[in-house]
Nanobody, 125 residues
Framework: APVRQSGGGSVSPGDTVRLSCTAS????????MAWFRQAPGKERQWVAL???????DASISVKGRFTISEDNAENTLTLQLSPLKPDDAGKYSC????????????????????WGRGTQVTVSS
């Protein structure tokens, strides 16, 4: 698959979750990578993103609780959320795309070409 995901699982409120995404586009000079979350019965929502310059952004729901780390040798980026809240639960999907021009990365799913299969995060006490 163009994007390989790992991480997630069943965690308690207040815990930390790490969601890693490995994508070939990270080896290119310019790219965007984003994480989206979909809860049961709800639309897919953007969570956070990073570009090749290391610029990050996140939805208001996770600002102040997210970090994104990079392992360029492994073409892997990892989103960490802490402390987790019950509303953070859902299926998280990584999305990536190569880009030709500098500028803001997209916050909508159609702005990405390569997708992971998703990984579930369950938050319960």
């Amino acid at each position: 698959a163009p994007v390989r995901q790992s991480g997630g699982g069943s965690v308690s409120p207040g815990d930390t979750v790490r969601l890693s995404c490995t994508a070939s586009v990270v080896a290119t000079s310019m790219y965007c990578m984003a994480w989206f979350r979909q809860a049961p019965g709800k639309e897919r929502q953007w969570v956070a993103l990073i570009d090749d310059n290391g610029r990050t952004d996140a939805s208001i729901s996770v600002k102040g609780r997210f970090t994104i780390s990079e392992d360029n040798a492994e073409n892997t980026l990892t989103l960490q959320l802490s402390p987790l809240k019950p509303d953070d639960a859902g299926k998280y999907s990584c999305a990536a795309r190569a880009r030709e021009f500098d500028g803001d990365c997209s916050q909508v799913p159609r702005g990405y070409t390569d997708w992971g299969r998703g990984t579930q995060v369950t938050v319960s006490s």
